[in-house]
């Protein structure tokens, strides 16, 4: 994850507490109960709100900064900085389908393709190429010749 997505992740997470969804929604009323807030400390720490007067506001700054990061992250030019899914990005959990996800990105339905031409793919995608081919063949996703030569997507469970 990007470094600036931080604030807006750590945003989310505080939405998640009820405690903290309330300090927020007297920010962004920026009514006096905000500034008596112990948690609006919490909050003004993320740079979410910051100190207006005598009470807490919204701050247009992060509000701002967020939305730039998202288009940054989301965008349809986000592809093209070049950042690779890395195994060290990913929780124990979250390796066998993300590197389902990629083969199934990579690989059309019923293409047969060389060993090369797979890891040309997969080097737009992923950090260690050999890992996730490897990897997408030891959990059935790719099936591949004994050799190595070609490689194919898997039918899918149930078909």
Excluded: C
Aim: charged share 30%; no cysteine.
């Amino acid at each position: 994850m990007a470094n600036s997505l931080r604030p807006v992740r750590s945003l989310i997470a505080m939405l998640r507490r009820p405690q903290l969804r309330s300090a927020i929604g007297h920010a962004l009323l920026e009514d006096e109960q905000s500034r008596e807030s112990d948690l609006m400390q919490n909050v003004a720490k993320l740079g979410f709100v910051e100190l207006v007067g005598d009470t807490y506001a919204v701050s247009d700054r992060f509000l701002a900064e967020a939305l730039d990061a998202l288009e940054e992250e989301l965008g349809p030019l986000s592809v093209l900085r070049g950042d690779a899914i890395s195994l060290g990005d990913l929780a124990p959990g979250e390796v066998d389908s993300s590197v389902a996800a990629v083969a199934r990105r990579v690989l059309g339905e019923g293409e047969r393709i060389t060993e090369g031409a797979l890891n040309e793919r997969l080097r737009m995608f992923v950090g260690d190429v050999a890992f996730f081919r490897r990897h997408a063949v030891d959990t059935g996703v790719i099936e591949r010749e004994p050799d190595g030569s070609w490689y194919w997507l898997a039918p899918a469970p149930g078909r």
